[in-house]
């Protein structure tokens, strides 16, 4: 059983930068492929960005729509993802949610809130 919990979100004006948290109980998170996902009112949860698991060099990729705008990292000591999220725009205002795929099941955070104001 893999707990996440997130934090880091609120309001913030469009160019600004929040970063996102989120701490995994639970697992081996060294040994978890963890991910990014956001969800706005009356569209579908879609991915921002990945980040592999264990080694020494972890692989992200990214949604179009955040490349060159938005990174995630992982730090393994602290069992905690994070996504610097930096020239937000309004339409990145989104329910923001973790994810972790340990053991052949995908578990999710509760998702923090982000609002980008113009």
């Known amino acids: 059983q893999v707990q996440l919990v997130e934090s880091g979100g609120g309001l913030v004006q469009a160019g600004g930068s929040l970063r996102l948290s989120c701490v995994s109980f639970?697992?081996?998170?060294?040994?978890?492929?963890m991910g990014w996902y956001r969800q706005a009112p009356g569209k579908q949860r879609e991915l921002v960005a990945h980040?592999?698991?264990?080694?020494?060099?972890?692989?992200?990729n990214y949604a179009d729509s955040v490349k060159g705008r938005f990174t995630i990292s992982r730090d393994n000591a602290k069992n905690t993802v994070y996504l610097q999220m930096n020239s937000l725009k309004p339409e990145d205002t989104a329910v923001y949610y973790c994810?972790?795929?340990?053991?052949?099941?995908?578990?999710w955070g509760q998702g923090t809130q982000v609002t980008v104001s113009s």
């Open positions: 980040i592999s698991s264990g080694g020494r060099i972890n692989y992200a």
């Open positions: 639970g697992s081996t998170f060294s040994s978890n492929a």
């Open positions: 994810n972790a795929a340990s053991g052949g099941y995908t578990y």
